[in-house]
């Protein structure tokens, strides 16, 4: 079953505009992580959050941890077309022991 | 630069047939998956591998195999493919952090696979 289940499932926004996508969970976790996946491409890595952390910045990436309500949120700022691709949050669950459990997805697409 | 390879990166296969998919890091991680991305499941592991000699079964494992041989390979082979098999597969590594806490995982650009 998935862990991380994100919301919305797709987005249409203007370029300039922020992106918010969220994700939720339902067991506890030692880190979650996103990763941007281009079609038909690869899934690289975005940023990772620890449990123990709220809120961690990365250039236009701004991602929050709520681990009392299990959930996380992804704002991109400043969107660009560029930015146009799924992305997936993943959970490293507390005993997991180094496997990630990847949601279904959210995909971004950027109008220029 | 390290980087993950998987070949082939397209395949049609016949059901029936056997297929492997070949995953290659130069990363030197002790950490290696399989996973396979289909339209409303997102990504599912099939197998992973912590170290040479070690394989454990994922999620999704029945109809697949794995080995682990040295550092830098593992393949997957389907021992009997499927039509449900058709699949995007994709390997990825990852350091070995204690044992508690995931690193992030390095993709490989992925193996699409058409079973007829």
């Known amino acids: 079953s998935q862990q991380g289940e994100e919301d919305p499932q797709a987005l249409s926004i203007q370029e300039g505009e922020n992106a918010t996508m969220n994700c939720s969970y339902k067991?506890?976790?030692?880190?979650l992580q996103w990763y941007r996946q281009n079609s038909g491409r690869g899934l690289v890595h975005l940023i990772l959050?620890?449990?123990?952390?709220r809120e961690k910045h990365s250039g236009r990436l701004r991602v929050t941890l709520d681990t009392s309500k299990k959930s996380s949120s992804l704002l991109i700022t400043a969107s660009r077309a560029a930015d146009t691709a799924s992305y997936f949050c993943?959970?490293?669950?507390?005993?997991?022991?180094?496997?990630?459990?990847f949601g279904k997805g959210i995909t971004l697409s950027v109008r220029p | 630069d390290a980087e993950i390879t998987q070949s082939p990166r397209h395949k049609i296969t016949e059901t029936g047939r056997q297929v492997t998919l070949a995953c290659h890091q130069t990363?030197?991680?002790?950490?290696m998956f399989w996973y396979r991305q289909d339209l409303g499941h997102g990504l599912r592991l099939i197998h992973y591998?912590?170290?040479?000699?070690?394989?454990n079964k994922g999620e999704v494992s029945d109809g697949y195999s794995v080995s682990r041989s040295n550092t830098e390979d593992l393949p997957l082979t389907l021992e009997s493919a499927a039509s449900s098999q058709t699949s995007v597969y994709f390997c990825?590594?990852?350091?070995?952090?204690?044992?508690?806490?995931?690193?992030?995982?390095?993709f490989g650009e992925g193996s699409r696979l058409t079973v007829l």
């Open positions: 990825a590594s990852s350091e070995s952090v204690r044992a508690s806490l995931t690193g992030e995982l390095f």
């Open positions: 067991t506890s976790i030692n880190n």
């Open positions: 959050i620890r449990s123990n952390e």
């Open positions: 993943a959970t490293d669950r507390t005993g997991a022991n180094s496997k990630l459990t």
């Open positions: 990363w030197n991680h002790n950490n």
């Open positions: 591998s912590y170290g040479v000699q070690d394989t």
